[in-house]
């Protein structure tokens, strides 16, 4: 394709359940491919903590929404040869498929590249794609596409019951579900049919195996499977919420090929052109077998794949998409084969899914076929018992692995049969009671292959007892920890340690080289294993010194692609500043676990036993672990006590910030303000701490990261509700309470420093008052409406903690400002969520300053006068409360947004608007509905919502809010809530989709009763994705964001147009 | 379930020393050590006659998982799942054993199996170290240690294997019409059930048998694959050659070893390779087409195609390697892969080679 010459790349946005980082990696490699080619890329992604979006990657960034309107602006702008839409998820494809029915790609001569549209459509169209496969006489789910209730029931009916039901054009299975009769039937349908037009009714195939392969496809024909997976858990739960594992294990030759053919035949009578990702279901009892869909994209399997075998899926898919021949192309492991081949491990990986639910009041624990899950890990080993347990630590959820756990089921039969993120040690229990395999089995419907390799960790308990000495290796080998045995033996993880060591029971490094060794590879992308007498590489400890950067592990709430780009840029300073670079990181989404991204990438868990054993054996100069959030900074002070050498600040330091008596006390002899707070350990005690400073107050566990059972309490009755919950959490330590101060600004502080002394900061503003989580806030940059008395305050308590803790790298201080008053509320001495923020809004790389000082480069203090800058970005989150039935959408101090965007504009307003569009939400155009509690609230909405009549919109109001407006002579529609029983109700205007924003404030005081109505009304506005504002001070700023914005008013910059000036 | 804690070495003729467990039969073997890095397909493995003399190690760790299926036969008398009656290795290597198994099709345990065709077998081995060894230093030769028997080095090469492989009498399979003489040099099961499905008429004739002595007509000839050196084959070299020169013009298809003999046959040399093709993931291309096709392949030697006779050509190259996968005739109804179109274990994107020969068997006798 010679007329390619500037292509236009569709990112995937922010992070949501259902698509993850994973798109980061995938973006990332489809741009390397691109730059290979000679080729310029326009890159669209509102996600700007990803890699993707950093210079020097596409020669343009817009920071602007994948939606239509704004990608055709850019079409106009920037006139590009080719479109790629299979690399940002979901949201990429469908923008596509809805740019190419509105002909706006025929109107400008953009070919799409990959798979052509029309396939895509046939992909995801259920009707169209059961045709497309029958023609080919291949198998499918007995099905009927439905495109209203009434015939979904009848073919409900038809197909009999249980059925399952998928809707079409959705991203990680929303909308589908399995009903068991009609009334839950009715209940998914309502939900299914707002995200979709087409609803599918198939029949239930519970029980069955589920695989995918990978497949890969050029425009000449030539066409490979590059992997397959068999899901641990059977179908009935979504491929994002199983433990998977690669390749299959219980399918044989004969199995595994007929798949596989059938793979490239469905394949190419489809005619995808890139990679596409195929799922089955196989009959445990025949061979039997139904495809049950095809992702025409990159999707997370994909991911998995790739970082599962080394074969770089999104790259070769990117080089194919613009004409490339597969045999052409290089395998980049071993650099003399082709990529025309099909990967033979020597190893095997096994992918868990990390889940948050229990953030979540409310929220259903049991897994289905919707997604739930955040995040996910993969381990890598040379046994099944090896790779589950390693992958159990590496979720970060206090698990020792399959046994030595604390957790107990009261009824384990209702646990294995009513799968939850929990099951998996629900079969460690009942090994415990001694129920049978076939007992399992029967409630489980886990294939007995992986029942018996459980059973092997379970046994192996008893030997370790019996017979230390000789089961410590088969126990290494079976992935025990050193903690498990410690466990077991009743003695100290460092003692077991001590007695392994003597016998010479250590892991050995093997490489990932795609062909089992066939070929001599200089791959770089390693793990460890005890299944092993050789290591596969040389530790010369030659004159480049090297660097162990430690990752964020997997993907959860509080924890995400931000920290991932922060140990991406990391490493590249690393390598700039001439050292090796070390990676350690264990999750499949990430772009730091690209092997091309560092000298040594060790894909292993995140344990100061695993960084300790790689440390013995690489000897390095340090280890950085400020950068990938809190796992690596939690490892600080054992690695510090065990001589291991930390780089950056003084581990005794982290821990001067991290334990909160020792920081208060530093604060208070520096005489700095914090809001007054006591760590307690009755409820008594609470109440007379109450009794002084009085309630609100605000309770928290030490040493967690997104707020996890951390509350407002405004109370007695609620304080003594709470605390349950908060103990329950961590009991070995106390809990903390503070004051929580009310109507109060909360400003994030994110700065580098170097022996104590900042050389760059940057202070932004939160929208929502104090009180929501910083994570969950919009955020502004830079600080639009803070008086230069409190920057002044800001800057110099936090110069004053930077010298006291003698800060070297990255650090976060989160301050509440009242009344010209400044208070510290939180200090972490690492990188935090916003670096990659503000950097891009700076312009200035806070993490390379930051790599350069650890380093101990010397760093020039950089001077930025940001009154210069003449633009603003805005930081806005992306909630997934669509995935999470029950839960109540309301933002508060426990952490709840899955991902972010970064929008800029010329001023708050603009940048505003294009950040919540980027979330996903649609400017209202005619009626809005207020719903608020509080009179408080209503007196501050009051403007506001004169302000939207002016505009012409229709305010609708329930009752007690439509009162208070009247009082002051502003007129308002009335809508009856649930109880009233009344018409018109708000239910009945959703449901008619006549509302197309909902403001809804709830009290201060959450628990109050009456708040019942509104939450419904908030859970169904999610359920029928109505947008909705739930905080005054953000429902204010958007009102005067839209009255002063219309949409042609948003300009369509890149990040350069706003950055470099002429 | 049996407990397997009996330690057995693998003792390569270089003196190094490989130690596991003993999982098959306590009778020690030796032969020639090769590895092969298909991930599924182990009952397919190794009774695949071309094993016949090699200790086979299987790089993918995981091994067992899915038992033994049954020993029925089909209505043709041939196995159903397997490649041919029994075992052809000498010995197994591998990492992790599945003391248990689960398939809805498993009749035993793989342990059971060996045992009861008195294969050794050893689990525990890093098989990724002697893999690597192996490649560096080439296939070398191999004895399995049990407790404290011992055996003898033995090399397979220096001895005729294929007439340990091969039918001794005629064996016929199915009625139809067309009629194919299938020299067995060992020849896997399911090269005749390719054959059987597209409707054709096997007659299985030992590989010494000369197909111009048959008494009765027949349309074409198949080399099948077999284990060991090509050059061990003299009589059905000289078969081949015999049959090439005469103008019959009789369409002539081979696999594997096959393709080497029929290699030899036309002139040209083959080579050992340093440490062969074991694996389901060749990519080979039809230089003709330029279309590429992921392969199963099992095989030590291969063809020198600088020696390769004017009339002949080139078919299929090795995109990794380069070597030679196939060749044909450039006038006559003459081909040959390297490959195993069949599978078995392995993919089935070349199958369509039976469909081109059976089409170039109904053109030849137009």
């Not at chain 1, 990676?583 to 100061?608: A, G, H, K, Q, W």
Request: net charge positive; aromatic share 8%.
């Amino acid at each position: 394709m010679k007329n390619i010459k500037k292509v236009l790349l569709l990112g995937s946005g922010a992070l949501k359940i259902g698509q993850a980082g994973e798109f980061d990696y995938s973006g990332n490699q489809a741009i390397k491919a691109m730059k290979e080619e000679k080729i310029e890329i326009i890159l669209v992604n509102p996600n700007i903590a990803t890699i993707q979006t950093d210079k020097g990657m596409a020669s343009r960034i817009y920071f602007l929404p994948v939606t239509p309107y704004f990608v055709e602006k850019i079409i106009e702008k920037e006139r590009p040869d080719g479109i790629l839409l299979s690399f940002g998820g979901q949201t990429a494809l469908n923008c596509g498929v809805e740019l190419y029915k509105k002909g706006i790609l025929s109107k400008y001569k953009i070919k799409v590249l990959g798979t052509p549209v029309e396939t895509i459509i046939n992909t995801e169209d259920r009707d169209l794609f059961v045709k497309k496969l029958d023609e080919i006489g291949i198998k499918t789910p007995v099905g009927i596409a439905t495109k209203n209730t009434e015939d979904a029931l009848a073919a409900a009916e038809k197909i009999g019951y249980p059925v399952m039901i998928r809707s079409a054009f959705a991203l990680g299975g929303m909308g589908s579900g399995m009903a068991k009769n009609k009334r839950d039937l009715k209940n998914l349908l309502i939900k299914a049919f707002s995200y979709s037009n087409q609803i599918l009714i198939e029949k239930y195939l519970g029980g069955w195996k589920e695989i995918e392969y990978e497949v890969v496809r050029d425009e000449f024909d030539n066409c490979i499977t590059v992997c397959n997976m068999e899901n641990f858990d059977p179908l009935g739960i979504h491929t994002g919420e199983s433990i998977v594992i690669a390749p299959s294990q219980t399918l044989t030759n004969s199995e595994y090929h007929k798949l596989r053919e059938i793979a490239i035949k469905t394949i190419r009578h489809l005619g995808i052109i890139g990679e596409c990702n195929i799922q089955y279901a196989l009959n445990p009892e025949n061979e039997d077998y139904r495809v049950i869909e095809v992702n025409a994209r990159l999707s997370r399997s994909s991911a998995l794949a790739s970082k599962a075998t080394g074969y770089p899926l999104a790259f070769i898919a990117a080089k194919l998409a613009i004409g490339k021949a597969l045999p052409d192309l290089k395998n980049n492991i071993t650099k003399s084969t082709s990529a025309f081949f099909e990967p033979a491990l020597d190893y095997v990986v096994v992918k868990i899914p990390r889940w948050d639910l229990k953030k979540f009041k409310n929220v259903s624990k049991y897994l289905g076929s919707e997604m739930k899950s955040v995040g996910e890990v993969m381990s890598i080993g040379r046994s099944f018992e090896e790779v589950i347990q390693k992958a159990i630590r590496m979720l970060d959820i206090n698990m020792n692995g399959f046994i030595c756990n604390t957790i107990k089921f009261k009824d384990i039969e209702h646990e294995l049969k009513n799968p939850t993120d929990m099951r998996i040690y629900a079969i460690a229990q009942a090994f415990d009671e001694n129920k049978s395999i076939d007992w399992i089995y029967e409630k489980t419907m886990i294939d007995k292959w992986f029942l018996y390799k459980l059973k092997n960790i379970h046994n192996m308990k008893k030997s370790l007892k019996d017979n230390t000495i000789d089961s410590l290796l088969e126990a290494k080998k079976m992935g025990f920890s050193d903690t498990q045995i410690a466990i077991i033996k009743d003695t100290t993880t460092k003692k077991i340690r001590e007695l392994r060591c003597k016998h010479g029971i250590t892991p050995y490094v093997k490489q990932i080289d795609t062909l089992a060794g066939e070929f001599p590879a200089k791959t770089n992308y390693l793990y460890l294993t005890y299944h092993g007498t050789e290591h596969d590489i040389i530790f010369n400890n030659k004159e480049t010194p090297s660097v162990i950067i430690l990752g964020s592990g997997p993907y959860r709430i509080g924890s995400s692609v931000e920290f991932d780009w922060c140990c991406v840029t990391t490493a590249k300073a690393v390598k700039k500043m001439k050292h090796e670079t070390i990676m350690i990181n264990c999750n499949p989404e990430t772009v730091s676990t690209d092997y091309d991204e560092c000298d040594r990438l060790y894909f292993e868990e995140l344990s100061f036993e695993r960084v300790q054993d790689i440390y013995e054996l690489e000897n390095p100069k340090g280890i950085i672990l400020s950068m990938g959030g809190q796992i690596p900074n939690n490892l600080a002070l054992e690695c510090h006590m065990n001589g291991l050498n930390i780089l950056g600040t003084d581990p005794l330091n982290i821990d001067r910030a991290e334990d909160r008596n020792k920081f208060s006390s530093l604060l208070d002899n520096k005489g700095i303000m914090q809001p007054e707070w006591r760590e307690l350990t009755s409820t008594d005690q609470i109440r007379k701490f109450a009794k002084k400073v009085d309630y609100p107050l605000l309770i928290r566990p030490s040493y967690v990261l997104s707020g996890a059972a951390m509350n407002i309490v405004n109370s007695e009755k609620e304080m003594e509700r709470f605390m349950k919950e908060a103990i329950r959490i961590n009991p070995k330590h106390p809990v903390v309470i503070s004051k929580f101060i009310q109507n109060a600004k909360e400003i994030e502080f994110d700065a580098v420093a170097r022996n104590g002394k900042i050389i760059i900061y940057a202070i932004s503003e939160h929208v929502e008052n104090a009180g929501i989580h910083s994570g969950d806030a919009t955020m502004v940059f830079p600080a639009p409406r803070l008086y230069w008395e409190t920057q002044r305050k800001i800057r110099r308590i936090s110069e004053s903690i930077a010298e006291s803790l003698n800060i070297t790298g990255p650090f976060n201080i989160q301050f509440i400002a009242k009344d010209n008053e400044v208070m510290v509320i939180e200090c972490n001495l690492r990188a935090s969520r916003s670096f990659p923020f503000v950097s891009k809004v700076l312009n200035h790389n806070l993490i390379e300053l930051a790599t350069k000082a650890i380093l101990g480069i010397k760093v020039k203090k950089v001077g930025i006068d940001i009154n210069f800058l003449d633009h603003v970005g805005i930081k806005a989150s992306q909630f997934s409360f669509s995935r999470l039935k029950g839960a109540d959408p309301l933002p508060s101090v426990e952490m709840a947004s899955t991902g972010e965007v970064g929008c800029f504009g010329e001023d708050v307003f603009e940048a505003l608007i294009k950040s919540v569009i980027s979330t996903g939400m649609k400017l209202p155009e005619k009626n809005i509905l207020i719903s608020v509690s509080e009179d408080k609230n209503l007196y501050k909405l009051l403007d506001g919502t004169k302000m939207l009549k002016e505009m012409g919109y229709t305010i609708y109001t329930t009752a007690h809010t439509r009162d208070f407006f009247n009082k002051h002579h502003l007129k308002t529609t009335l809508l009856h809530k649930i109880r009233e029983k009344k018409t018109p109700s708000v239910i009945d205007y959703m449901l008619k989709k006549k509302l197309d924003l909902i403001i809804s404030i709830p009290k201060d005081n959450r628990t109050a009763k009456n708040d019942d109505d509104n939450v419904a009304i908030r859970q169904m506005a999610v359920t029928l994705s109505i947008p909705q504002i739930t905080n005054t001070q953000l429902a204010n700023m958007f009102i005067k964001a839209i009255s002063k914005k219309k949409m042609e008013d948003l300009k369509i910059k890149s990040w350069d147009e706003y950055t470099i000036k002429s | 379930m049996t407990t397997h804690n009996t330690k057995a070495d693998l003792i390569l003729e270089d003196g190094s020393i490989f130690s596991g467990i003993s999982f098959g039969s306590q009778t020690p073997k030796s032969g020639e050590v090769v590895f092969n890095t298909g991930m599924v397909g182990y009952p397919e493995s190794l009774t695949d006659p071309s094993y016949k003399g090699q200790i086979l190690v299987l790089t993918y760790p995981l091994i067992g998982n899915y038992g033994i299926p049954s020993q029925t036969k089909d209505k043709h008398n041939i196995m159903e799942h397997f490649e041919s009656e029994k075992i052809h290795i000498q010995g197994l290597i591998i990492n992790d054993y599945s003391e248990k198994h689960s398939h809805w099709n498993a009749e035993k345990s793989l342990s059971d199996w060996l045992i009861e065709h008195n294969i050794p077998a050893i689990s525990g081995i890093d098989t990724r170290a002697l893999t690597k060894k192996l490649r560096e230093k080439g296939t070398m030769l191999g004895k399995i240690k049990i407790k404290d028997k011992e055996t003898e080095f033995y090399n397979p090469d220096k001895i005729n294997l294929v007439e340990k492989v091969s039918c001794k009498e005629i064996i016929r399979y199915g009625n139809s019409k067309t009629k194919i003489v299938l020299i067995d040099c060992g020849v896997k099961h399911n090269i005749i059930r390719c054959f059987l499905k597209r409707d054709i008429q096997i007659i299985r004739v030992p590989w010494d048998f000369d197909p111009q002595d048959l008494k009765e007509d027949f349309d074409a000839v198949f080399i099948s694959n077999g284990p060991g050196d090509p050059a061990q084959c003299k009589s059905t070299i000289k078969n081949l050659k015999n049959l090439i020169k005469s103008d019959k013009n009789i369409p002539i298809f081979g696999i594997c070893l096959g393709n080497q003999l029929l290699a030899l046959a036309s002139g040209t040399k083959t080579y050992k390779l340093k440490y062969g093709h074991r694996s389901q993931n060749q990519p080979c291309t039809d230089l003709k087409t330029n279309r590429s096709y992921i392969t199963s392949q099992n095989h030590g030697f291969a063809i020198n195609e600088k020696y390769l006779g004017k009339e002949w050509e080139v078919w299929f190259k090795n995109i990794n390697d380069g070597t030679v996968e196939g060749i044909r005739h450039k006038k006559r109804p003459i081909i040959s892969v390297q490959f195993h179109p069949e599978a078995n274990c392995g993919p089935t994107d070349t199958e369509y080679i039976f469909d081109d020969f059976i089409k170039m068997i109904e053109d030849a006798g137009k």
